[in-house]
């Protein structure tokens, strides 16, 4: 079955600079690629997907690529902030049910 | 606003005491789950449904039932609660179209 694979675990980004989180998964017939943003106390929310025949997306300062050939695809923060203090997810799918990522710790230093 | 809501956001019950989770969705959505997350290891899925009355094991199904008998609600039962179930429990649901979860905010779970 499918397996995903987060990296870091733990991010710690000046604010205003870029952060890159990425994930690598195993099953090629995965062609759905969701990012979710978790603020504490609260529920996972979807920031940005990506479908297998895309290679890049963005919205405003956030941007996913996708590497199907090397099976991976990374989040793209630019200009951080400190709202964007959080745990962000990837999470890959052929179907219905989502494969999760174990999640990124992504801190902002003032 | 889409929503699904979580019956309580804070909840302690006793060891063996039956508990139910209640989950409710507003987008007409096939697909519901529940996951638990406890800290450093993300995300495990419990059971899922993709109809009404149907449901599916997923990771970590021990101690757990659902029940499905409307398409908008999905209720995660424990039979008889242990302290290893304390966790934050999320519910979340997506339509067959397209992939994407809507979550809930999540039911904080103490067993003492």
């Known amino acids: 079955g499918e397996n995903v694979e987060q990296h870091p675990s733990t991010l710690s980004v000046q604010e205003g600079d870029s952060a890159v989180i990425k994930c690598t998964y195993s099953d090629s017939a995965s062609n759905y690629f969701p990012w979710y943003k978790q603020e504490l106390g609260k529920g996972p929310q979807l920031i940005i997907d990506i479908r297998s025949n895309v290679g890049e997306k963005k919205d405003q300062r956030i941007a996913v690529t996708l590497n199907k050939t090397a099976k991976h695809f990374s989040l793209h923060i630019t200009e951080t902030q400190p709202e964007d203090s959080a745990v962000y997810f990837c999470?890959?799918?052929?179907?219905?049910?989502?494969?999760w990522g174990a999640g990124t710790k992504l801190i902002i230093k003032p | 606003d889409v929503k699904v809501t979580q019956s309580s956001r804070y909840l302690v019950k006793r060891t063996g005491e039956k508990v139910f989770l209640e989950c409710v969705q507003d987008m007409d959505h096939e697909n519901m789950f529940w996951y638990r997350q406890d800290p450093g290891l993300g995300l495990r899925l419990i059971y899922f449904?993709?109809?009404?009355?149907?449901?599916e094991k997923g990771d970590i199904p021990e101690g757990y039932s659902v029940s499905r008998e409307k398409k908008e609600r999905f209720s995660l039962i424990l039979e008889s609660a242990s302290t290893n179930q304390t966790s934050m429990y999320l519910c979340?649901?997506?339509?067959?179209?397209?992939?994407?979860?809507?979550f809930g905010s999540g039911t904080r779970l103490t067993v003492v």
């Open positions: 979340a649901s997506s339509s067959a179209v397209h992939y994407g979860y809507t």
């Open positions: 449904s993709y109809d009404v009355k149907m449901k």
């Open positions: 999470a890959a799918s052929s179907n219905y049910q989502l494969i």
